[in-house]
Structures are given as structure tokens and as C-alpha cells.
């Protein structure tokens, strides 16, 4: 009877080690996932500030050419 109380705490003591190790690797892609995401947001407030300084440029060479 106690081999068997003792095989289920094995048990149990194994299901919780997975669970961790489950909620860890979750943690691990949902703060990868937001780095990814903070980048891609600075990539594109950069590239919106690019097209607007060409947009500049661009106002500047029409003005200079009239």
C-alpha cells in the first residue's frame, strides 16, 4: 500500500515538474514574441518618419521647379 501511495507522489511530483517547465517555456515565447513586437514597432515609427522627411523633399524640389 505504500508503494503505490509513494508511485502516485512520484507521479504527481513529475506532472508538477512539467507544468512548470510548461508555464517556463510559455513565459519564454511570450517574451520573445514581445521583443519582436516592440522592434517591429520602432522599424515602423522610423520608416514613417523617413517617408515623411522624402514627403518633405519631395514638396521642397516641386516648390523649387515652379
Same mark, same amino acid.
Given at each position: 500500500?505504500?508503494? =503505490?501511495? =509513494?508511485?502516485?507522489?512520484? #507521479?504527481? &511530483?513529475? !506532472?508538477? @515538474?512539467? &507544468?512548470?517547465?510548461? &508555464? $517556463? +517555456?510559455?513565459?519564454?515565447?511570450?517574451?520573445?514574441?514581445? #521583443? !519582436?513586437? $516592440? $522592434?517591429?514597432?520602432?522599424?515602423?515609427?522610423q520608416?514613417? @518618419?523617413? =517617408?515623411?522627411?522624402? +514627403? #518633405? &523633399? #519631395?514638396?521642397?524640389?516641386?516648390g523649387?521647379? +515652379?
Amino acid at each position: 500500500m505504500k508503494s =503505490i501511495r =509513494i508511485k502516485d507522489l512520484e #507521479i504527481v &511530483e513529475q !506532472e508538477r @515538474q512539467q &507544468e512548470e517547465s510548461t &508555464e $517556463k +517555456n510559455t513565459a519564454a515565447v511570450l517574451a520573445q514574441l514581445t #521583443i !519582436e513586437n $516592440k $522592434k517591429k514597432d520602432l522599424l515602423i515609427t522610423q520608416l514613417t @518618419q523617413t =517617408i515623411a522627411n522624402l +514627403n #518633405i &523633399e #519631395i514638396a521642397k524640389l516641386k516648390g523649387g521647379v +515652379n
